[in-house]
């Protein structure tokens, strides 16, 4: 097994990295001023990301999300390989990954119009989404279901003559404060009576659409996430042509399921990002703070929580890394255990190191001045984001118990039993 990097792999990265260096860590207080703001200001485009945007896009570094494709040269044409390595560096500043046209969850519905869409629905949203011209939105979650279940979801998408007409509330919907965002993927029920997994199916709708209604936004710990944002939205009788149909009438999971993978990996490799940052705030606190006579730094129960997270990460990464090149190889079927380790053990591992990065700093953690405690509270929710843990794991042990039943089953098959068992049986 070689771990050794590519040449392409560390072109990419080293890219991303250097951009990152030479303009997105200098831009930090730029967009913290704009952040500062009172009221509506706080809610409009942020000119520092505008720049860097157009930074990156003269210099290539845009969709770099995009995996290769036979079909069309949209994006840089990375795999989900070396698509991570660049996605953990964007990590590192909670804006970068805008910064390359590669936040989500544009970057999700980017690929689903790309793999789904109908030429009239790329040239309507994916090609804008992909200059970087509007953002959008995701609207899958409910408060009145659990959510976690897919096949709860109560917003019904009906058929009426040349329109669908649209009734649910969702929330969670993340995006939806972008002054910039014009399109929501819509996941709701078109027919409830047939089979569980061909109830659902996804749908566009335009935010300006009659209806289409934001409720409130939805802070995380007290963090509101300006300009982009995540909203509670009432949709009522929101009437869209049947050409908004994404791909056809109860294939919503089929959808789901394309899109998930690859925003996994980007979700856990931008967390280990995160996550490195913590630890290097960590060590820097440490070594500049004395107490009790010695540096924090030189007191045994610092040095073990610093080695547990070198190790935590360095492991994380790994699982990460083979996930993305499983996905690769042989499809995201076959990388579906990795997925649901990574996705359980991505933001467990980046919420402990920055829980500890937070300590360190006492009252200083879990101020504003250092930036660990919004970290924590974005990691923290995309611990819920993307399914709670308990769906990973429940993902993950039935997977280990088919393993476990097709061994036992093969092991039958080759195992001759002795004469008076085999009578018995």
């Given at each position: ?34 952040l500062s703001q009172e009221g509506a200001a706080r809610w409009s485009v942020i000119p520092a990301i505008e720049g860097l945007k ?251 929580r610093i080695a547990d997270a070198r190790l935590d990460i360095e492991m994380t990464r790994l699982l990460c890394l083979k996930a993305a090149d499983m996905m690769d ?97």
């Amino acid at each position: 097994m070689d771990f050794s990097l590519s040449e392409r792999q560390v072109e990419w990265r080293d890219r991303v990295r250097a951009f990152m260096e030479a303009h997105v860590y200098r831009a930090i207080p730029a967009v913290q001023q704009h952040l500062s703001q009172e009221g509506a200001a706080r809610w409009s485009v942020i000119p520092a990301i505008e720049g860097l945007k157009a930074k990156a896009y003269a210099e290539g570094l845009w969709n770099l999300f995009l995996n290769p494709s036979d079909h069309d040269d949209l994006g840089a044409g990375l795999s989900n390989l070396e698509y991570a390595l660049c996605a953990e560096e964007m990590g590192r500043v909670a804006f970068a990954s805008e910064v390359f046209n590669c936040s989500a969850p544009d970057t999700g519905n980017m690929e689903v119009l790309r793999s789904y869409g109908s030429a009239d629905q790329k040239a309507r949203w994916l090609q804008p989404l992909l200059e970087g011209e509007i953002r959008s939105a995701f609207l899958m979650t409910e408060p009145d279901v659990a959510s976690s279940d897919a096949t709860n979801i109560e917003t019904s998408i009906r058929r009426d003559g040349d329109h669908y007409v649209i009734n649910g509330r969702k929330w969670w919907s993340s995006g939806i404060g972008d002054p910039r965002c014009k399109v929501a993927i819509v996941m709701g029920k078109s027919d409830p009576e047939a089979s569980r997994h061909a109830q659902q199916s996804q749908i566009l709708v335009p935010t300006d659409a009659p209806g289409f209604q934001v409720v409130r936004m939805l802070p995380v710990f007290g963090y509101d996430d300006a300009p982009h944002g995540h909203a509670e939205v009432v949709l009522r009788d929101v009437r869209v042509p049947v050409e908004n149909l994404i791909l056809g009438e109860g294939r919503g999971f089929e959808i789901a399921q394309g899109r998930l993978g690859p925003g996994r990996i980007h979700h856990c490799m931008r967390t280990l990002g995160a996550a490195e940052v913590g630890l290097e705030k960590m060590v820097e606190r440490l070594q500049s703070r004395v107490a009790f006579g010695k540096r924090l730094s030189d007191q045994s129960v610092w040095e073990q929580r610093i080695a547990d997270a070198r190790l935590d990460i360095e492991m994380t990464r790994l699982l990460c890394l083979k996930a993305a090149d499983m996905m690769d190889k042989a499809g995201n079927k076959a990388a579906q255990l990795e997925i649901a380790m990574i996705k359980v053990a991505a933001p467990r591992t980046a919420l402990k190191v920055l829980d500890d990065a937070m300590q360190a700093h006492g009252g200083g953690g879990l101020s504003e001045d250092f930036g660990l405690a919004r970290s924590y509270a974005g990691l923290r929710a995309l611990r819920i984001a993307d399914g709670p843990d308990e769906v990973h794991k429940r993902a993950i042990a039935r997977l280990e118990m088919s393993r476990s039943a097709e061994r036992l089953r093969a092991w039958r098959a080759t195992t001759p039993l002795p004469a008076a068992l085999s009578h018995a049986s």
